[in-house]
């Protein structure tokens, strides 16, 4: 059965995950993330992408970006792939695959869920319970969006500069979205959009995708379909 062609709209918010294969180990010390983020700067430039948030976790990636073109965040993934992987490659003496078949990814309604998906990205040291703040995890966006530590790998989202006039009024109301834990069905929800190439949404923005796209951008109904008497 051939792959869906990945849900992608220009300027439209899209989280992306991608995972070590057989959920290895992508990064094994410090230099490792750090020349990942300068490569991840360098294509995001050069693909035409803004970088909102990231996390790296041991075996895989998150990203929130907003591509300029259909193929802007698929080029980014390809080239900071392939070099990623030959670095990684040549320092470890390794060779093969390092990255799990294709990046997984969804569209996001941006007045509804782009914060709620910053916050499931920034999130998920903590929930892996590597600590208990993700201020303490160092290879995330965290540190620039609440607390304001310098990136310029970062391109705040619009809705993230409405929440205040102030750099440190944006950072102190953000930090307040981090009082509470997303709810469950958030999780799942963001989970099953993203692993299942949908758009994550209400359900307007759902059907205004798939009549743009001219294809179905929301999850269909389990079973077989039905059939008619004859």
Known sequence: MPRRPRIVVPNIPLHIIQ???????????????????????????????????????TNHVHLL?????????GDLLKRLGQRY?????????????????????????EETYLLTCQRYIELNPVRAGILEHPGEFRWSSYRHNGQ???????????LYQGLGETNDQKQSTYRELFRYELEPDEIDQIRKATNGNFALGAKRFQDEISIMLG??????KAGRPRTKNS
């Open 148 to 158: 304001g530590e310098m990136s310029d790998l970062i391109t705040p989202h619009i």
């Open 215 to 220: 294809r179905r951008a929301f999850p269909g």
């Open 85 to 109: 992987v030959q670095y990684i490659n040549r320092t470890y003496r390794r060779t093969g695959t390092l990255w799990e078949g294709r990046y997984r990814s969804c569209l996001v309604q």
């Open 19 to 57: 995972r070590g294969n057989n959920k290895q180990a992508c990064f094994f010390a410090d230099d490792d993330y750090l020349f990942y983020l300068k490569w991840l700067e360098e294509y995001a430039l050069t693909s035409d992408c803004l970088i909102h948030a990231y996390v790296l976790m």
């Open 65 to 73: 970006l907003t591509p300029k073109s259909s193929s802007s965040a």
